[in-house]
C-alpha cells in the first residue's frame, strides 16, 4: 500500500475573491481581495531548505491543529494572524506585512547552535556563547538568534544590530519583537512542561496588520520547533547520551546517514514507506502530546474536495 496516496502534495484552487498566491515549502497560501489569507497545510515536508519528493500523510493537519492550539493560548501575550479554521488542514486569518526575518530562540545548545560551538565559535548573531558548555546543555537564558528570511535557498543568520543597520526593523519594533518572542517562549516552554516535554528551540515570525506588531504562520509545531523528552534528560546529559527528541530533527538525521545536507552535488534519497509511516507517527504522538487530546485522523478519500468544500462553504457564509 502507497502511504501517501491521500496525502496533498499541493493544490491549486481557485478561490472567490482570490488576487494572489504563494506556495512556501509546507503551505499554499491565498490572499482575497478583503485582505485574508487563506492557508492551506499541505503534506509536504521539508528538510535543509529543500522539499522532500514525498508527502507525509496526516502531517498538514496535525501542523494547521497544534499551530491553532498555540496561537489560541498565546492571545494575551500579543496579537496574532489567525481567524478561523474551516477544515482541519486550513486556517483562515489577517493579510499582514512581514518582517524579513525569523525570530529564532534557544534554551540549549541544540543543532545549528551547537554545530557553530563545535567548531570553536564563542558567538552567534552578536550573542555571546558561554565556555565549557557541551551539546544540549541549557543556556543560562534563552538566547535570540534571529535569521533573515530568504525568497530561495537557505536563511542568514543576523544579528540584532544588523536588524538595525538593514533596515529589516526599527529600534522600537526590534524591542517589541523580542519582548514577544521571550514571552511566547516562556509560555510554550511551560505548557511543554506540563505535557512532559521540554521546548528546546523554536522561531517565531511576525508582521504589521494596520501598524501593529502580530504574530503570524506557525508556532511551537514540530516544522518550527524542536522538542526533547523532560523525563530522563539530566541522566542522559550526566551519561553524555543523546537526547530523546519529539521533533523534525529525525528527518534530519536520516537524510544525513544517506549523504543528504542539502549542499551542492548532492543527491535527495528517496523516502521508502516504512518511513513515510514513521513519520506520520512521530507527526500524531507529538500532536497528542502537545495538546493532551487523541488525534482525529480527518476523512482523506478525497481530501482535495473536502478542504476546497469547507473553504467556499467558510467564504460564502
Known sequence: MNPDKNAIAEINFTLPG???FYRGKVRDVYTLEDDRLVMVASDRISAFDHILPRPIPYKGQVLNQIASHFLQATRDICPNWLEATPDPNVAVGK?????????????YLTGHAWRTYKSGKRELCGVALPDGMKEHDKFPEPIITPATKAEEGHDEDISAAGILEQGLATAEQWEVLEKYTRALFQRGTEMAA????????TKYEFGLYKGEITLIDEIHTPDSSRYFYL??????????EGQKQLSKE???????DHGFQGLDGQFMPEMPDDFVERVTDRYVELYERMTGTNFQRADTSSIKDRIEGNIRTFLKA
Open 95 to 107: 493579510a499582514c506585512e512581514p518582517f524579513k526575518i525569523e525570530m529564532v530562540i534557544r534554551g
Open 18 to 20: 482570490q488576487k494572489a
Open 231 to 240: 523525563e530522563g534528560y539530566e541522566e542522559r546529559q550526566a551519561k553524555d
Open 194 to 201: 506540563q505535557r512532559g516535554l521540554i521546548l528546546v528551540d
Open 250 to 256: 529525525f528527518v534530519r538525521e536520516w537524510l544525513m
